[in-house]
């Protein structure tokens, strides 16, 4: 992907989602992928920000 050629103008949000989906990638991990959109849907339905952690990251 080529963030610059969508013209993203939110940088900070479009890493946090390409993070996401590199793990997804590398794991296979789609639960992982509808959490981080149910995160999302979240923050826009609420304007709340909700910190996102993976399965992994709340066992450590």
Known sequence: MHPERLGCQKPEQL????????VCKETGDLLLMYSLAGNVAIEKGSGVEVPFLSGEEMQQ
């Open 15 to 22: 890493a946090k989602v390409l993070g996401c989906l590199k």
